[in-house]
């Protein structure tokens, strides 16, 4: 008898240890992607999914998208929550074709819940764009702003200028800029406008790139600006305005955004699973 009230004490204790979904969400909230950063047409938050605060998370995937296959993996997982960057629907939507009701499908069998990060993660101390420049030895001088959905100006980009080499500055060329990016990336080729011997004093980092965001840069005395997406007119703009405009990959500078995602949350929530999801690049290219 006492051994099986015994197990019985072990399997509560189990549970209570367990992190709860308000845990959970009070740190990606306050540390991880602030609700205050997200963007006007972001997905932020529980996407799906019970909003219980009291149920135990057994176990978290972190994926950079919601795919199918990631969803498949989380469930065989037996994931209580989904974590992604991307969401299932980025806009409103009036059809719901079969690839889509499969994953509610999945998710709701069972029981994930799907929260997501967004441009919140992009903005947050210790995000994206920071990740980015510490991986290639920028130095941080201060935020780049943009207005949010909540008209605050969040700090979705900073600026940075190159880290000085054993003690002393050394001039920073976009040919070795670009090619420090490639390497840290793994890029196979990058798309620039520029002249590849002129000197990078100074760098705005962002996802996105629109006039308004240039022109900021510009006043701010950047003289390069990094994004994961540019167009062509952003391009015309950018030698008109003589800036030095480089894209690199949406996915692989993401990911590794994820990767440190993954670190933090399993240090700060030790005796919880935290699964990092392979993710990958759904574009192929061909050299």
Known sequence: MKIICLLGFLYKLKFLLLMLLSQLISFLENRIAPKAFA???????????????????KKVMITLDPS????????????????????????????????????FRLLSISRII?????????????????ILANKLFLKIEDLFYFKNKFGNQAPLGRICVPEKI?????????????????????????????????????????????????????????DCYLTRQLNYDDALLARDLDIVLIETSHFESEIIGMNELHKILSIEFPRDPFILYNSNDPFSYDF
């Open 114 to 130: 799907l929260y997501v990060l967004h441009s919140a993660f992009e903005a947050a101390q210790n995000g994206i764009s920071e």
């Open 39 to 57: 963007m006007k047409n972001d997905v932020y938050g529980i996407q799906f999914g019970q909003t219980l605060e009291d149920r135990n998370i």
């Open 166 to 222: 054993l003690g002393k500055e050394r001039p920073l060329i976009l040919n070795k800029l670009i090619e420090r990016i490639k390497k840290t990336l793994d890029l196979k080729y990058i798309r620039y406008i520029g002249e590849l011997n002129k000197e990078i004093k100074k760098i705005c980092i962002m996802g996105s790139v629109s006039t308004e965001s240039l022109l900021n840069a510009v006043e701010a005395g950047c």
């Open 68 to 103: 199918l296959d990631a969803i498949i993996e989380a469930s065989k997982q037996k994931v209580s929550l989904l974590l992604s960057y991307y969401g299932l629907i980025h806009r409103p939507t009036l059809y719901f074709h079969d690839n889509l009701v499969k994953k």
